[in-house]
C-alpha cells in the first residue's frame, strides 16, 4: 500500500477530516492525523510512510500474531499500537485495524 491509497482509505471513513498538528515540533511536523469526532485515531509521518498508529484495545492480541505491530510512536501503548507497512500484515488487515481505531474513536462521546 502506498501513502495515497492509505490516505484515500483513511478519508474514506464518515467525518474524518486530516490535519498536520504537531508543526511546532521539529521531529513531528510531518506528523499527518486522521480525526474522528476532534480526536485523532490513526497518523503517520508523511516522510517516511513506515508505519501508522492506531488506536487498539486489546493490543497484545495483534502483537502475538504479527510483527508489523511495534511499540506505538510516542503514545501510551495500552491503548495504541504501531503497525509497518509492507510487513507481514496484509493491507486489508491494516484497513480493518484503522476501522477498528476509527470504531472506537467514534463510539466515544
Do not use: H
Amino acid at each position: 500500500m502506498n501513502i495515497e491509497e492509505f490516505r484515500d482509505y483513511c478519508l474514506s471513513l464518515p467525518g474524518v477530516t486530516e490535519k498536520m498538528p504537531f508543526g511546532a515540533f521539529r521531529s513531528a511536523k510531518d506528523i499527518l492525523a486522521f480525526y474522528v469526532k476532534g480526536k485523532i485515531f490513526c497518523f503517520f509521518d508523511i516522510g517516511k510512510f513506515d508505519l501508522c498508529t492506531i488506536k487498539c484495545n486489546n493490543p497484545d492480541e495483534y502483537a502475538e500474531n504479527y510483527s508489523a505491530v511495534v511499540k506505538p510512536f510516542n503514545m501510551n501503548s495500552k491503548y495504541w499500537i504501531g503497525l509497518r507497512f509492507n510487513d507481514d500484515m496484509p493491507d486489508e488487515t491494516v484497513k480493518q485495524m484503522v476501522k477498528l481505531s476509527y470504531d472506537i474513536v467514534n463510539s466515544k462521546k
